[in-house]
């Protein structure tokens, strides 16, 4: 998946994010709210790579919801590429 890839998506799908506190990484990140009517597209674009462990999600309000800053370093995606601070 290429940072162009994965902005196209966002923007196509209508895809709803935020920055958001990551308690985990202790700092600010990206969340990601995907519906499940979408998430075979967007797990995809992975194409079938990634790490052993996997990513971390969970399910809130009926929506996949993922902290992008593993899966944007798994990929070597620059998260501001993809995400502006202005939503």
Not at 1 to 25: F, H, K, V
């Amino acid at each position: 998946m290429t940072a162009l890839e994965l902005y196209q998506y966002i923007q196509e799908n209508n895809i709803d994010w935020a920055y958001r506190y990551n308690p985990e990484s202790k700092e600010d990140d990206v969340m990601v709210w995907i519906n499940p009517c979408e998430i075979e597209f967007f797990v995809e674009m992975f194409d079938s790579q990634t790490p052993e462990y996997g990513f971390e999600m969970t399910f809130v309000n009926g929506n996949f919801a993922f902290f992008m800053s593993d899966i944007c370093e798994f990929f070597e995606i620059d998260m501001k590429q993809v995400f502006k601070h202005n939503q």
